[in-house]
């Protein structure tokens, strides 16, 4: 079988609207400072993006959590690889995800998070596919919603491929000949 990607959102368009998505975030926390816990490896490329345009102060984590592997589906099960290393309580804190599926992982994580007091807790993500949704989350600043396909690009990958592109694209098998 052979990969083929077809480029679902260009580069410019996903520019814009990481730009967009900040200048929400500098409006509601004029005068705070927030902290932003970027969910490894998936959403570095998008919240390296997002920090560029927040104007507020800001400080950044990192977090590994995965249910995937190196499959198309998650697997259910969550595993906390690196926890962040800044104390959340009292804080203003924004959790950055590549993509949003079943909302599975999100869940445990927010509610993980949430047993560390921070003054206030949010979701964004870059892509979300609310068709695919299982859990009930609430989501605070969506870049795109996207259709029930398989993505890659600008952080999300294949076993670890493709995260490099300055796109998304939607990872298409084709049957060799």
Do not use: W
């Not at 993500?125 to 989501?139: A, C, E, F, G």
């Not at 990958?157 to 049957?175: S, T």
């Amino acid at each position: 079988m052979s990969e083929e990607i077809r480029v679902l959102i260009e580069e410019e368009p996903l520019i814009s609207r990481v730009k967009e998505v900040a200048e929400q975030i500098n409006r509601e926390y004029e005068g705070r400072e927030i902290y932003l816990i970027c969910i490894l490896k998936g959403s570095v490329y998008f919240t390296c993006e997002l920090s560029k345009y927040i104007t507020v102060p800001v400080k950044l984590a990192f977090m590994s959590v995965s249910s995937y592997g190196d499959g198309m589906t998650s697997s259910g099960a969550v595993a906390i690889d690196k926890d962040i290393d800044l104390d959340v309580k009292g804080k203003h804190v924004i959790v950055v995800e590549d993509i949003i599926d079943t909302g599975r992982t999100l869940c445990y994580l927010l509610r993980m998070m949430a047993k560390r007091g921070p003054a206030s807790l949010k979701l964004c993500t870059l892509l979300d596919k609310p068709s695919r949704r299982i859990s009930d989350i609430q989501v605070d600043y969506v870049g795109f919603e996207v259709p029930d396909t398989f993505v890659v690009g600008f952080g999300l990958d294949y076993a670890q491929k493709y995260r490099n592109l300055p796109y998304i694209g939607e990872l298409v098998f084709k049957e060799e000949q």
